[in-house]
Structures are given as C-alpha cells and as structure tokens.
C-alpha cells in the first residue's frame, strides 16, 4: 500500500466523492451523496492513491431500542487496477476501528457466498466465520422522494 493514503470523506469532499465514480455500482449524484452526509451515522472512507482514488468503503450506524448500535459495512469497492495491495483490507480495519471509536458493539457485512474475494477480505481484515443466512428484499420504485 506504499503511497496510499485513507481519508474519511466528508460534505466538503463532495466533488471528490463525485470523480470517484468509476468505484461504485452507479455514479454517485450530488442530491444523493448530500443526503448520504446529511445523515450523522453514514461514513465514508476513499483510499487515495496519489491524487486518485483508489477504493472506498461506506458504513451505516444500526441502532435498536433493544440492541447496542452496530456498523453495517455497506459496500466496500477497489478500482481493478489496485486490487491486490491490501486496500480492501485497509479499508474495512479502518471502519471497522471507525466503529470501535463510535462505541459500536461489532460491525457485520452481506456478501455472496461465491465472492471468494470480499470472503478472503473480510477474513483478512479479522471477519469471524460466516453464518448462514437468508437475505430478502423489496425494490421499490427510484424517485427524488427525501433528496431535498
């Protein structure tokens, strides 16, 4: 990782989170990256490597009336060209020592069962053992609803 450095992003980091598009799933917009920042218990790390980002990961804090606050790792994303030099790793021990100065009680992520790279990462970086799972889920319709 020599010459790679991890900044958490903040709402002044918004045009650089917007370069970094190539990163995620979809280009990040600017009403969707301001509501993400908008919300106190959304984080954001970028691994830059010389001016060009490299890789990110985000977390969400998860709190319940009857449970201690956890960090959901949302997504955690290396350019090609950078995999292979631990920035993945990197990345998720730094939210995940994120998580331990908020007071979360653990961290966890979904991952598929066949991504043997995100499984060999997240063991890496000190994941315990899988547990078996179900995950469900309701797509609704995109829309600008909750972006002003």
């Given at each position: 990782?020599?010459?790679?450095?991890?900044?958490?992003?903040?709402?002044?980091?918004?045009?650089?989170?917007?370069?970094?598009?190539?990163?995620?799933?979809?280009?990040?917009?600017?009403?969707?990256?301001?509501?993400?920042?908008?919300?106190?218990?959304?984080?954001?790390?970028?691994?830059?490597?010389?001016?060009?980002?490299?890789?990110?990961?985000?977390?969400?804090?998860?709190?319940?009336?009857?449970?201690?606050?956890?960090?959901?790792?949302?997504e955690l994303?290396?350019?090609?060209?950078?995999?292979?030099?631990?920035?993945?790793?990197?990345?998720?021990?730094?939210?995940?020592?994120?998580?331990?100065?908020?007071?979360?009680?653990?961290?966890?992520?979904?991952?598929?069962?066949?991504?043997?790279?995100?499984?060999?990462?997240?063991?890496?970086?000190?994941?315990?053992?899988?547990?078996?799972?179900?995950?469900?889920?309701?797509?609704?319709?995109?829309?600008?609803?909750?972006?002003?």
């Open positions: 990782m020599d010459g790679v450095r991890l900044e958490r992003m903040s709402p002044d980091d918004l045009p650089r989170v917007l370069a970094a598009a190539e990163l995620f799933d979809d280009a990040p917009t600017d009403a969707l990256t301001r509501r993400f920042f908008a919300e106190p218990g959304h984080h954001l790390i970028v691994a830059f490597d010389g001016s060009e980002a490299a890789g990110f990961v985000s977390g969400v804090e998860v709190a319940h009336p009857d449970k201690p606050v956890e960090m959901f790792l949302n994303g290396v350019r090609d060209a950078s995999r292979g030099r631990g920035i993945g790793r990197a990345l998720v021990e730094a939210l995940r020592d994120l998580a331990i100065e908020r007071g979360c009680a653990g961290m966890w992520v979904l991952t598929e069962d066949g991504n043997e790279a995100a499984l060999r990462t997240y063991r890496a970086a000190g994941a315990g053992a899988p547990s078996p799972q179900v995950m469900l889920e309701w797509e609704f319709p995109v829309t600008d609803r909750g972006l002003t």
